[in-house]
């Protein structure tokens, strides 16, 4: 680049000094020539700004190939973390599994490009074949922490006061087996699945969730999911314009609180849901606009409480509505 632009100046600039001398002899007769030292300067200066410019287009591409070599470092950089963390959630050892989830975490808010890659793969370890019991022959020492470290720092990322927001991200847990851990006041604007999920015991916490994706796009999902034990509590959770499933869902233990939940507009369906064992509570609940229905819903056992409840489902299936709210 630095010789060819040598070779361009000089030429620019013997054109512009043949081209200003002879301008002199061509003039009028009552005009005088053209001093030469008024050309030789003219052409100088031309060339000075020619030489700049062409200073300048040098420095410009010299700058854009170092940082491209900067940003391929960055990358390979960025690419050896994912590598190491990755490894480390797949470790023996309990510890180094939990490094591995805080490493991928510290990736994920660096890398926005691979953020997405890098939340599936903290999502795709808690749907691993996981056992709570510790008297079973495959219960992991220490997984539980792991595990429930995991949902920790996605719930950090999903509140409003988090300096990093993954709420725009979609989150899939399918098949994950929760044993417990806290959701709370997360905001979850894109997908959220929980399809055959299983929630067998401890508390898990979704209270004053909302869930904000648009209808036509994002799903919260929990069809088919197992509710067999423990306490999962939805109380004051907004679900506002999503279609909410819990087609197929199983109640057949534990407790389930909708208590003063909201489902605006969207869709809520628990088409096909089992009522067998569980109490699920919808108390104070508000359904405003959308579709609302337990079509096809079987209930054979348990509690299912609507007292209080605002608007009411297209479709009450085998629930009868209540008498009215409470004075």
């Keep these: 680049m630095g010789p060819l632009a040598i070779v361009v100046a000089l030429a620019a600039g013997f054109l512009i000094y043949n081209f200003l001398r002879g301008l002199g002899p061509q003039e009028a007769a009552p005009q005088k020539p053209v001093p030469t030292h008024e050309v030789i300067r003219t052409t100088l200066a031309t060339l000075a700004f020619a030489a700049a410019v062409l200073a300048g287009v040098y420095a410009y591409r010299k700058q854009r190939l170092a940082e491209g070599d900067a940003d391929r470092a960055d990358d390979n950089q960025l690419a050896e973390r994912y590598t190491t963390a990755a490894e480390q959630l797949g470790h023996a050892q309990a510890a180094v599994r939990l490094a591995g989830v805080y490493a991928m975490t510290r990736l994920a808010d660096d890398w926005i490009e691979q953020r997405q890659v890098c939340i599936n793969v903290l999502c795709a370890y808690l749907r691993m074949p996981y056992e709570p019991d510790p008297e079973a022959e495959a219960y992991k020492q220490g997984e539980r922490e792991v595990r429930h470290t995991i949902i920790r720092v996605i719930r950090d990322h999903l509140r409003r006061q988090a300096s990093i927001s993954w709420s725009a991200n979609d989150f899939d847990f399918t098949h994950a087996n929760f044993d417990g851990g806290d959701l709370s006041e997360s905001r979850f604007q894109g997908s959220a699945s929980f399809n055959d999920a299983k929630f067998s015991s401890g508390t898990i916490s979704f209270d004053l969730a909302e869930f904000s994706g648009h209808p036509m796009v994002d799903l919260v999902d929990f069809r088919n999911a ?30 389930v609180s909708f208590l003063a939940s909201k489902f605006i507009a969207g869709g809520v369906y628990f088409d096909r849901a089992k009522f067998s064992g569980s109490r699920v509570d919808f108390g104070a609940a508000k359904f405003i606009g959308g579709k609302v229905g337990f079509g096809g819903a079987e209930h054979s056992g348990g509690t299912v409480n609507f007292n209080r409840v605002e608007g009411a489902p297209q479709d009450w299936g085998p629930f009868q509505p209540p008498a009215g709210p409470a004075e």
């Design 226 to 255: 197992e509710f067999s034990g423990g306490e999962v509590g939805f109380r004051g959770a907004k679900f506002n314009g999503s279609i909410v499933l819990f087609s197929g869902a199983d109640f057949s233990g534990g407790t």
